[in-house]
C-alpha cells in the first residue's frame, strides 16, 4: 500500500489593492488645495479690484453693501441709504453675515476691502471642492476637477459683478459637501447651519443638503438621520419666518419687496429657451452630464426654482452672480458620480469617466478665453487711467460727512466718506452736492436737471472731469 502523501497549502498573499495615489503618499497633495485657493485669489482680486480701479462698476450693490459694512463696523443698523434714506438693509435681503467684514473694514475702511475679501471667500471654496475630488479620484484627476472649479464660469461671473452677500455662501456649501462625501454628517449640517444668515432663500438649500445627509445616512446611522431631518425642518421653518417676519418688521412698507417678481411671473415656460441655456451651461461644461447621477445634485433645485419660477428674466440667465452658489454643488457631484461609473459594465462609460476630469478642465481653461478672467492677459487691467484720477480728485472736492445724490458711476468713491443716496430717490432729502456721471452726455444741463429733482433748491456747477459732475446747493435751505 502506497504512502500517503500530503500537500501542504501555501499562505495566499492578497495581491495588493489599488489606492489613489493620495492615498499612497497623504503628504503629497495636502498643499496643492491650498497652493490653487491662493492663485484663485490672486487672479479673482486682481480682475475685481480692476474694474474698481477703471471706475467700471455695473450696479450699485457695491455701494450698498459698503454702506451696510460701514454702519456694522460703527456698531450701527446696517443703514443702506441707496435703498431710501434710513433704510435697514434687512428689510431687504437678510444677511447679517456681512457683519463679520466690520472688524476688516474698520482697519481698512475702502470699497476694496470688500473685493478682496469676496475674492478670498471664492478661493477658500476651492479648497474642499479640490480635496473631496482628490480623495475620490486620486491626486491628478482631483486636481484637474479643483482647477475647472476655480475657472468655472459662475464663479467668474460672480467675481465679476462686484460684491453680493453669497460669497460665504459658497465655501459653507462647499465645505458642508465635502463632509458629506467623507461621510461626515454632523460636520456637513454644522458647515450648512450659517447659510440661514446668508440670505433668506438658502434656508431652502440647507433644507436639501440636510435631506441628503439623511438619505445618505438612512443604512448606517439613525441618529444622523434623526438630526439631519430637524435640520431640513430647521431650514424651512427659518425661511417661512424670515420672509413673513423679519423682512417685513424691518421693510418700511410692511412686506417683502421681492415677492411680486413671483406673483407677476407669467407661465413656468416663459424665456423656456434660455432657461434651458442656462441649465445645459450648468451641466455640460462643467460635469459633462453625469452630475444628474449623484443625489448632491438636489442641492441645485431651491436655487434654480426660484430663479426660473420668477418673472424677472435677469434670473434665468447666466449673468452676474446668481448661478455662484450652484458651482460647488455641481463640481462634487460629479465627484461623487465617478467612482460608480468608472465601474460600469459598459466600456465606452468607463472611458468617458476616465477623461472626464480632464476634459472639463479643458473646457474651463477654454471658456475662460471669454470669460472675466481674460483681462489678466491684457495689460490695460493693471493700469490706472489718468481720467479715472482726474475724476477722484474731482470727487475729492466733497467734503466727508457730506450728504450725496449720485448714479452709479460717483457711488463706490463715495460711500466710504459720505452719506450717500441714490439718483431720484432722496424722499425729502435735500442734498448738500449731487454726483453724476455724465459720460454718455445724458444729462446736457446737469443744473436744470437738479432743479427737477428738487424745485427748492439751487444747485451750481462746482467740477467737472472726464464726463463727471458735481453740483453744489447752493441755497441756505437746510437738509432733512
Known amino acids: 500500500m502506497p504512502a500517503p502523501t500530503f500537500q501542504v497549502s501555501q499562505p495566499r498573499i492578497p495581491e495588493p489593492v489599488a489606492r489613489p495615489r493620495s492615498d499612497r503618499h497623504p503628504d503629497r ?10 492663485v484663485l485669489f490672486a487672479a479673482c482680486t486682481v480682475v475685481s479690484v480692476g474694474r474698481y480701479r477703471h471706475m467700471a462698476t455695473l450696479s ?15 456698531l450701527r443698523a446696517p443703514v443702506a441709504d441707496l435703498k431710501g434714506p434710513g ?20 482697519l481698512f475702511p475702502s470699497p476694496v476691502t470688500l473685493l478682496v475679501a469676496q475674492a478670498a471667500l471664492f478661493a477658500l471654496s476651492a479648497v474642499p471642492v479640490t480635496r473631496a475630488a482628490t480623495r475620490l479620484l486620486g491626486h491628478r484627476q482631483g486636481l484637474a476637477l479643483g482647477l475647472a472649479y476655480g475657472l ?43 447659510l440661514v444668515l446668508v440670505k433668506e432663500d438658502l434656508g431652502l438649500t440647507l433644507a436639501a443638503i440636510a435631506l441628503v445627509v439623511a438619505w445618505r445616512a438612512r443604512g448606517s446611522s439613525p441618529r444622523a438621520v434623526r438630526y439631519a431631518l430637524g435640520v431640513a425642518v430647521f431650514g424651512v421653518a427659518a425661511t417661512v419666518l424670515v420672509l413673513t417676519v423679519v423682512v417685513p418688521a424691518f421693510n418700511t412698507d410692511g ?30 461644461p462643467t460635469s459633462g452630464l453625469l452630475a444628474l447621477r449623484s443625489p448632491l445634485a438636489l442641492v441645485a433645485l431651491p436655487t434654480l426654482g426660484w430663479r426660473f419660477l420668477s418673472g424677472d428674466e435677469h434670473y434665468w440667465g447666466t449673468d452676474w452672480h446668481y448661478s455662484a452658489v450652484l458651482m460647488p454643488v455641481v463640481f462634487l457631484a460629479l465627484a461623487d458620480a465617478l467612482p460608480a ?28 478665453t471669454s470669460l472675466p478672467l481674460a483681462q489678466l492677459t491684457e495689460a490695460e487691467v493693471y493700469r490706472r487711467p489718468a481720467a479715472v484720477s482726474d475724476v477722484e480728485r474731482l470727487l475729492a472736492r466733497i467734503p466727508d460727512d457730506a450728504t450725496v445724490e449720485a448714479n452709479i458711476g460717483p457711488i463706490s468713491r463715495l460711500t466710504a466718506r459720505c452719506r450717500v443716496f441714490w439718483l431720484g430717490d432722496t424722499r425729502g432729502v435735500l442734498p448738500e452736492y449731487i454726483a ?10 446737469p443744473v436744470g436737471y437738479a432743479r427737477t429733482l428738487h424745485p427748492l433748491a439751487e444747485y451750481t456747477v462746482a467740477g ?13 435751505t437746510a437738509g432733512v
Open 255 to 284: 412686506g417683502y419687496d421681492y415677492w411680486n417678481k413671483v406673483s407677476g411671473a407669467g407661465s413656468p415656460f416663459d424665456g423656456s429657451g434660455t432657461k434651458l441655456r442656462t441649465l445645459a451651461w450648468l451641466l455640460v
Open 464 to 476: 467737472q472731469a472726464a464726463g463727471y459732475v458735481v453740483l453744489e446747493r447752493r441755497t441756505a
Open 87 to 106: 433704510f435697514v438693509i434687512l428689510g431687504d435681503h437678510f444677511s447679517p453675515v456681512t457683519a463679520l467684514l466690520a472688524p476688516v473694514y474698520r
Open 341 to 368: 461609473v468608472r465601474r460600469s459594465t459598459r466600456a465606452w462609460l468607463r472611458s468617458y469617466a476616465a477623461h472626464l476630469p480632464a476634459a472639463v478642465a479643458a473646457a474651463a481653461l477654454a471658456l475662460t
Open 60 to 74: 450699485w450693490d457695491l455701494g450698498i453693501f459698503e454702506q451696510v459694512v460701514r454702519s456694522y463696523a460703527r
Open 29 to 38: 497633495g495636502r498643499g496643492e488645495p491650498w497652493a490653487l485657493a491662493a
Open 436 to 445: 453724476l456721471e455724465n459720460i454718455d452726455g445724458r444729462y446736457r444741463d
Open 152 to 194: 468655472s464660469w459662475g464663479v467668474q461671473r460672480a467675481v465679476d459683478f462686484d460684491f453680493h452677500e453669497i460669497c460665504f455662501a459658497v465655501p459653507l456649501i462647499a465645505f458642508s459637501l465635502e463632509a458629506l462625501l467623507a461621510r461626515r454628517p454632523r460636520a456637513a449640517l454644522g458647515w450648512a447651519l450659517p
